[in-house]
C-alpha cells in the first residue's frame, strides 16, 4: 500500500542516504515500486529497484551539504555533522545510534559530541580507519611492488616486503590502541612486531615463530619509526639519503623545499671506496649550485647512513667504508642546529620536537577531514593541536579535538560571485 511504501521509503532512505528524505524525494522513490508492480513485479522486486536507485544517488555516492556560498561560517545541521562524525572516526557512514542523536538534534552539545566519539572509538572500524591513516601517510603498499637489485641483495625474498609492512602496521597498532601513548612516541618507542624472517634480517634472534613482539630496549640499532625497514626502503637500492632526507623535512618537520631545476641530472652517484653516501652528500651541501637546498634536508639522513637499501644495519658498506651515525638536525625556527651521536639519540630528538608533534597533528588531521589544509586552517589546527596535548597528545585526544573544532562543527564556503 501507498502508506507501507512511503514508510519504508522513508526508513530505508534515512538510512542509506544518511539524512531524511524530501517529501519530493519519497514522491519520487515511491514512483519506482508503483511501475514495478503495474509491470508485474513484487514488492521483492520494488524494494530491490529502490535501493538500487538510492545507492545510484549523488546523496549516497557524495557527502552532500547545505552550502550558502556567501563566504561566512555557520553550524552544519545535526545530521550532517552525525556524517562528519563517522566518517572522520570510523570512514563509514553513521549508524543509528548517531542518526537518532541526531533526530533528537543532541549534537550541538560538545558533551554529546565528546560522548558519540569516545563510543565509536571504541569500535573495529576506529582501528581500521587509523590503520588507513598509517598506511596512506608512509605508503606502505609501494611495499607490495619492491624489486630489489638482487645482485646487491642476494637474500632478498618477496615474502619481505610484506613482513616489513605488517611490522609498521603492528607497532602502530599497539602504540596507537593498547599502550594509548603520545603520537610523538612512534618515532622512539623501544618495541616492535616481526616474523622470524624479518627478525633475521634485522640481525636479531628470531622469538618464536609467527609474528612476534620484541623488546629493543637493548637493541641501539633499532627503534621507532625511522628505524623500520619498511620506512627505510623509501631511499630506493642506493639508501638514497635526498629521498630520506626529505621525508623527515616534510613529513615530520613540515618543510619543504623547491624542485630542482629541469634538466638536472639527478641520477643517485654511486658509492666507492673513500666514498659514501654522507661524502657525497657533504658534497652536494658545499656545492654552489646545489648546497642551498640539499643543506636543508640530505644532513637529515645522516643518521640513517648505517642502514642499508632495504633496511638492513651495517656499520662497513660494500666498499670497505666506515659508516657513520652522528649528525645534527636544524629545527625550524632555531638559531643553530641540534647534534646527535647517535640514530637513537637521532630518534629521541625528533620525538620531543614541538615541531614534529605538530607536524603528526596536521598529517593526521589533513587525512581524517578527507581534505588539503591550507592557511585558513591554521588557527583551528592551532587550537586543536592544543587541546589533544593536553591530553597527552594520543590518537584518541587527538581525533576528540578534531571533532569539537570548528573545522568540523561548521562550514565555509567561498562568497558566489556577482553577475
Not at 534515512?14 to 514495478?36: C, D, F, H, M, N
Not at 637489485?149 to 603492528?170: H, N
Not at 641501539?220 to 628505524?227: D, Y
Not at 591530553?391 to 585526544?397: C, F, I, K, L, N
Request: charged share 25%; net charge negative; aromatic share 6%.
Amino acid at each position: 500500500t501507498d502508506d507501507n511504501m512511503r514508510r519504508l521509503i522513508s526508513d530505508l532512505g534515512k538510512w542509506v542516504l544518511r539524512a531524511p528524505l524530501t517529501e519530493q524525494e519519497v514522491a519520487l522513490y515511491r514512483g519506482i515500486s508503483t511501475t514495478v508492480v503495474s509491470a508485474g513485479g513484487d514488492f521483492a522486486e520494488a524494494v530491490e529497484m529502490i535501493l538500487e536507485a538510492m545507492l545510484q544517488s549523488p546523496r549516497f555516492l557524495y557527502r552532500i551539504e547545505n552550502q550558502l556560498g556567501d563566504g561566512t561560517r555557520w553550524p552544519v545541521n545535526d545530521y550532517e555533522l552525525a556524517s562528519r562524525i563517522s566518517f572522520i572516526v570510523c570512514g563509514s557512514a553513521p549508524d543509528d545510534v548517531l542518526l537518532k542523536a541526531a533526530e533528537l538534534g543532541q549534537l550541538s552539545d560538545p558533551e554529546e559530541l565528546r560522548q558519540q566519539v569516545k563510543r565509536l572509538l571504541a569500535s573495529s572500524k576506529a582501528r581500521n580507519q587509523s590503520e588507513q591513516f598509517i598506511i596512506q601517510w608512509l605508503n606502505l603498499d609501494r611495499l607490495r611492488n619492491m624489486r630489489p637489485d638482487r645482485k646487491r641483495f642476494s637474500d632478498w625474498q618477496d615474502s619481505l616486503a610484506d613482513d616489513m609492512r605488517q611490522e609498521t602496521i603492528d607497532f602502530f597498532m599497539e602504540l596507537v590502541w593498547e599502550q594509548k601513548r603520545p603520537l610523538s612516541d612512534l618515532l622512539n618507542a623501544q618495541f616492535t612486531h616481526l616474523t622470524p624472517q624479518l627478525a633475521k634480517h634485522y640481525g636479531l634472534t628470531a622469538s618464536g615463530a609467527g609474528n612476534q613482539r620484541y623488546d629493543l630496549s637493548d637493541v641501539p640499532s633499532r627503534g621507532g619509526l625511522l628505524t623500520q625497514a619498511s620506512v627505510l626502503t623509501m631511499g630506493g637500492d642506493d639508501a638514497s639519503m635526498v629521498t630520506r632526507g626529505l621525508f623527515v623535512l616534510s613529513d615530520l618537520l613540515f618543510s619543504e623545499v623547491g624542485d630542482p631545476p629541469p634538466g638536472l641530472d639527478i641520477s643517485p652517484v654511486p658509492t666507492r671506496p673513500g666514498k659514501t653516501h654522507r661524502v657525497i652528500a657533504s658534497e652536494r651541501i658545499k656545492s654552489e649550485a646545489c648546497g642551498g637546498c640539499h643543506s636543508r634536508f640530505e644532513p637529515l639522513a645522516f643518521g640513517l647512513e648505517r642502514y642499508n637499501g632495504i633496511g638492513a644495519f651495517q656499520t662497513v658498506d660494500q666498499h670497505g667504508n666506515q659508516l657513520r651515525q652522528d649528525g645534527e638536525i636544524l629545527f625550524p625556527g632555531d638559531s643553530k642546529p641540534t647534534t646527535y651521536q647517535t640514530s637513537a639519540e637521532m630518534m629521541d630528538l625528533l620525538a620531543g620536537s614541538d615541531r614534529v608533534k605538530e607536524c603528526l597533528t596536521r598529517k593526521v588531521s589533513q587525512f581524517l577531514l578527507g581534505r588539503p589544509l591550507d592557511f585558513t586552517d591554521a588557527a583551528s589546527l592551532r587550537r586543536i593541536h592544543e587541546a589533544s596535548q593536553k591530553s597527552d597528545g594520543t590518537y584518541q585526544s587527538l581525533v576528540t579535538a578534531i571533532v569539537l573544532s570548528d573545522l568540523v562543527r561548521t562550514t565555509q564556503t567561498e562568497p558566489e560571485p556577482d553577475h
